[in-house]
């Protein structure tokens, strides 16, 4: 797969690295859905991997030379979208598994070609908002303890009514790399309520 040229005066792809080793291990180990979504693709190896027994697998990027590169190379096998998290994700798909690296820095940007580095946490949270209610679901969610806390994380996806499955976590050098596999079914107790009739 190329990666590392120039699109447009854009960045290139985000490289694979430790972080998406660590989201392709948990991602495969979760299991098939009828449908598989990676957010913030970047270069598609983690899905072309752990999608792989998936029905149908939408990548997204919001990032246009990521869209460009994996239109180019993947478009044959997936479908590809422009999209800022999850937001073009109807829910009620049946069984989903969403993948999501988040991006790296925990700052917010100062212009759009920075989007693909900035929103660490926050844009994991964004993700889990959008997604509660969601009745058959299994979430990916790697994240740098630069950007948050993991406790905050869980508690937060708890009350959403997400359960969490598995916590993989990899210290490097001054950070830890978090990939947090969330579950969520019909959970009625649910402080937010996500379960609606």
Not at 69 to 85: E, F, I, K
Not at 141 to 149: A, D, E, P
């Amino acid at each position: 797969m190329r990666i590392g040229y120039s699109c447009g005066g854009w960045p290139s792809p985000y490289p694979p690295a430790e972080d998406t080793w660590q989201t392709m291990e948990a991602a495969e180990a979760a299991g098939a859905a009828r449908l598989c979504v990676e957010i913030g693709a970047g270069s598609g190896v983690v899905a072309r991997t752990a999608c792989r027994s998936s029905s149908y697998v939408v990548l997204s990027d919001i990032d246009p030379c990521s869209v460009a590169t994996l239109h180019g190379l993947l478009s044959h096998l997936v479908d590809v979208v422009q999209a800022d998290n999850a937001s073009w994700l109807r829910r009620g798909a049946g069984s989903l598994l969403v993948i999501f690296n988040t991006p790296y820095l925990p700052d917010a940007c100062s212009g759009p070609e920075e989007l693909q580095w900035c929103g660490g946490l926050r844009e994991a949270l964004r993700l889990l908002t959008s997604l509660a209610g969601c009745r058959s679901c299994i979430l990916v969610v790697t994240f740098s303890s630069l950007s948050g806390s993991l406790k905050g994380f869980m508690e937060y996806a708890g009350w959403l009514g997400f359960r969490v499955v598995r916590v993989i976590s990899r210290r490097l050098f001054f950070e830890t790399l978090y990939t947090v596999v969330l579950g969520a079914e019909c959970l009625e107790e649910s402080p937010a309520r996500a379960c609606r009739h």
